[in-house]
């Protein structure tokens, strides 16, 4: 689709570091450097609204266009939208504008920031656990009773015990056991 790009767990990992780092800094930042910190509110924001569309929806915005990212996330996390709005309507005055962010102007920037953020780390992270294998997975091969054993299993094998890890226990038809993809 134009507009959006699909992702994969490297994207998920460079836009979720993004926006942990653009957050961090701008609370480095904070009162001195208000509109920079601003800017860096607004970065971490989309960023991190970017990791949640990954990995809900498997795609994320890659237009200039607010009202685009904001329908996305809209799909992916219904609530969230609203803290992306209002980074981005805060945008062209912290970034095109002569005028200073105020102090509660950047407080809220804070807040929305840190909720999008926060909401992107669980996502990721409730991504990552239920990609976790059970104690045994089936086998890819889909042969009757193929089933990978558990982590470090020790496994008795011609006389002797060995630890086998992702490989199939079934003999698929006298082939030698495959190697699991994990």
Do not use: W
């Not at 001195?32 to 910190?37: I, L, Q």
């Not at 969230?80 to 962010?101: F, I, M, P, V």
């Not at 999008?116 to 991504?127: H, P, S, Y």
């Amino acid at each position: 689709m134009a507009g959006r790009r699909d992702c994969d767990s490297a994207i998920v990992a460079g836009r979720m570091s993004k926006a942990i780092e653009f957050f961090d800094a701008a609370d480095l930042l904070g009162k001195e450097m208000a509109n920079a910190a601003g800017d860096l509110y607004i970065d971490a924001g989309i960023a991190a609204a970017d990791v949640i569309c990954c990995v809900r929806l498997g795609v994320h915005s890659n237009t200039g266009n607010d009202n685009a990212a904001v329908a996305l996330l809209k799909q992916a996390d219904r609530g969230s939208e609203r803290h992306l709005n209002t980074l981005l309507n805060l945008k062209n005055k912290a970034a095109y504008t002569h005028q200073d962010l105020t102090s509660a102007e950047l407080k809220k920037m804070n807040r929305a920031a840190e909720q999008l953020v926060e909401t992107a780390k669980r996502t990721a992270a409730a991504q990552l656990t239920a990609r976790k294998p059970g104690p045994h997975r089936r086998c890819r091969s889909g042969m009757p009773g193929a089933r990978y054993p558990p982590p470090n299993e020790v496994v008795a094998h011609g006389g002797r015990r060995r630890t086998r890890i992702g490989r199939c226990r079934a003999r698929h038809r006298g082939a030698v056991p495959h190697v699991a993809v994990l």
